[in-house]
């Protein structure tokens, strides 16, 4: 394993150098063999360089595209070349790789091992944002073939995973913000997570809002709830059924956990401008009933 990784820090300068110096699909073949030859240890790796290699460049223009749209508040052209070629090189093999030899979570910290090496303070976490995101909406690669061969769940059969999540919002000098987070799809939604087997829904909303902004909440009232169905890598389709709370807390900094894919920022907003954000469409009913509460209340 500490081989083939060394094998993918190998290609990935080799991408770097064809994205500096705008090489062909051949010269990016000889930098490889120039890089790898440099690097003893990984010479016996050769084929899987270059077919690793070959298939990123092969792919770039449907990978780029993956890129732009898991990361619309990004352009390529703003996404540094370091961390562009990690994602290239980590999409590669999350979408297109041999599953038996590359397994999902694999091609995932593969990249994010890369990022912290190769890139700046942020890329490790930048990288996990993305990949984790892609990952968690198209389902780990090769389930669409498995699932032809399976019959489909019933609704009413599907494993159900409890969520709670909250409208946070926090009184000061006279106005009332809302704290948000915000994905890497561009949009604003409501900090929310897992409910833990045997643990009371109130008590998980709380723990999971904390963990994941670090804004100690307390709950005033459940403001509705809402069920989507999503697609798990390990376990398949589930239904997802959350609770929303209008939940007040402190005006303090808000601090996203750093490991939390699929998220890059949070902020409070006042309450008048938040109106103007881009959410979901299944959060905004949320939104705006907590809206006219706090509203009335102000």
């Known amino acids: 394993m500490a081989n ?10 080799a991408l770097f150098e064809r994205d500096f110096r705008g090489m062909s699909r051949e010269e990016t073949r000889d930098a490889l063999q120039w890089v790898s030859d440099d690097t003893s240890s990984a010479s016996g790796d050769l084929s899987f360089m270059e077919e690793l290699l070959l298939g990123v460049v092969d792919r770039i223009p449907d990978i780029d595209m993956i890129i732009e749209k898991a990361a619309p508040e990004w352009p390529l052209d ?6 562009r070629n ?25 990249a994010i091992e ?4 190769f890139g700046g303070d942020n890329s490790g976490r930048f990288i996990n944002g993305v990949l984790g995101a892609v990952y968690k909406e198209l389902g780990e690669p090769g389930k669409e073939e498995a699932a032809s061969r399976k019959r489909p769940v019933p609704f009413e059969k599907m494993p159900i995973e409890r ?10 000098e006279g106005e009332i913000y809302l704290a948000l987070v915000h994905d890497i799809f561009g949009h604003w939604t409501l900090s929310k997570g897992r409910i833990e087997p045997g643990e009371e829904l109130e008590a998980g909303t709380i723990r999971e809002v904390l963990e994941e902004t670090s804004l100690p909440i307390k709950l ?5 709830n809402n069920e989507y169905i999503a697609s798990d890598p390990n376990t398949g389709k ?21 490991e939390k894919g699929g998220l890059d920022d949070a902020r409070w907003f006042r309450l008048k401008d938040a109106l103007e954000l881009n959410f979901y469409e299944d959060i905004t009913p949320f939104i705006t009933k907590a809206v006219q509460k706090l509203s009335t209340t102000a």
């Open 163 to 172: 969520l709670g999540g909250a409208v946070v919002y926090a009184r000061y």
């Open 220 to 224: 005033i009232e459940n403001i509705g």
């Open 86 to 110: 990690i994602l290239r090189l980590g999409l590669f093999e999350l979408l297109f790789s041999d599953r038996n030899k590359v397994p999902a979570k694999v091609a995932i910290n593969e």
């Open 4 to 13: 083939r990784h060394l094998s993918r820090s190998i290609v990935l300068q």
């Open 238 to 258: 589930k239904r997802k059924q959350v609770s929303y709370f209008l939940a007040e807390a402190p005006y303090i900094d808000i601090k996203l956990e750093e």
């Open 114 to 117: 890369l990022g912290k090496t």
């Open 78 to 83: 703003r996404i540094s070349m370091v961390d």
